[in-house]
C-alpha cells in the first residue's frame, strides 16, 4: 500500500441543515487508531439548487493534538488548475504527529502556520506564508513544482527574529546524525553475539520517518534563503544574517 495518503476509516456524524444557514457536516473518524474530527462548512442549501459558479468550504479537522484547516471559495467545477485556499496548522509539538503518522518529527514547538494554498497543475505555492516557531518568526513564499523527475522545493523567509533556542531540537537531532557521531559506531565490527545494523526501512518501522534524513532531503531539490534582522541564542544577541542554501 502507499504512505502518500491518509485513509479516515469508520467515518460517522451529522449533517445539518437549517434554513438559512451553511450546510455543515460534524464527522469523526479514524486514522488507523488514531481518532479524528472533522467540521466541514458550505454554503446554505438553496445555493447548492442554484447550480453556482463558487461555493464557500471551511474543513477543519483535529487529529493528534494538532488543528489543521482550508477555507476559501471553490471554483466549480472543481480542478488541479484552479485551487486557492487559505490554510493554517497549528500544534503544541511537531512530535505530536509522529505515532499517528508514523514520523519521526523533532520536539518541536509550539507552531502556528498561516498562508495561502494554490495548486496550479504540477505546481503547488504558498504565496503568503507567516509561520512562527516558538517565538521565532517567519514570512515569506514556498513552492512545490513536481513536473521534473526530481522536486523543486524554493523557500523564502524573511524574520525579524529568529531564536536559536527555539531550534534546540533540530540541532541536536542534526549533532546525533551527523558523520562523525555515525563514523564511531561503523567502526565497530560484528561479534558473533551481535546483530548487524538495521537497514533504513527497518529504523523507519520502529521509530517513524525521519524527514531531515539523507534518504529524503536526497529525493528532490531545494533552495532555501532566509534573512534574518536578529538572531539570539539565550541572552546573546548574535546580529543579523542571511542563510542560503
Known amino acids: 500500500t502507499s504512505d502518500a ?11 445539518l441543515v437549517e434554513q438559512g444557514n451553511a450546510v455543515t457536516m460534524k464527522l469523526d473518524g479514524v486514522v488507523g487508531e488514531f481518532p479524528v474530527k472533522f467540521t466541514i462548512t458550505g454554503a446554505p442549501l438553496v445555493d447548492y439548487v442554484s447550480t453556482p459558479d463558487t461555493v464557500p468550504l471551511t474543513i477543519e479537522a483535529e487529529f493528534a493534538d ?8 471553490l471554483t466549480l467545477p472543481i480542478t488541479d488548475r484552479n485551487l486557492n485556499l487559505s490554510l493554517a496548522f497549528k500544534t503544541d509539538s511537531l ?3 509522529n505515532e499517528a503518522l508514523k514520523l519521526d518529527l523533532p520536539p518541536l514547538g509550539p507552531i502556528e502556520l498561516a498562508t495561502r494554498f494554490e495548486l496550479l497543475g504540477t505546481r503547488y505555492e504558498l504565496p503568503l506564508l507567516d509561520l512562527k516557531v516558538g517565538e521565532s518568526g517567519f514570512t515569506g513564499k514556498m513552492s512545490l513544482d513536481t513536473s521534473a523527475e526530481l522536486p523543486q522545493v524554493d523557500i523564502e523567509l524573511i524574520s525579524e527574529l529568529i531564536r536559536l533556542d527555539d531550534f ?8 546525533e546524525n551527523s558523520p562523525d557521531t555515525k563514523g564511531t559506531e561503523s567502526e565497530k565490527t560484528i561479534g558473533e553475539d551481535e546483530t548487524a545494523p538495521e537497514t533504513t526501512e527497518e529504523q523507519e518501522e ?11 532531503l536526497s529525493s528532490f531539490n531545494a533552495d532555501l534563503l532566509v534573512n534574518a534582522q536578529k538572531v539570539t541564542s539565550g541572552e546573546d544577541n548574535l546580529g543579523s544574517g542571511e542563510l542560503k542554501v
Open 168 to 175: 534546540e531540537a533540530i540541532m541536536k537531532s542534526s549533532d
Open 95 to 97: 512530535d505530536n504527529l
Open 5 to 15: 495518503f491518509l485513509e479516515v476509516k469508520n467515518l460517522t456524524g451529522d449533517i
Open 66 to 73: 494538532s488543528i489543521v484547516s482550508f477555507a476559501g471559495e
Open 206 to 216: 520502529k521509530s517513524g520517518r525521519n524527514l531531515l534524513s539523507k534518504e529524503v
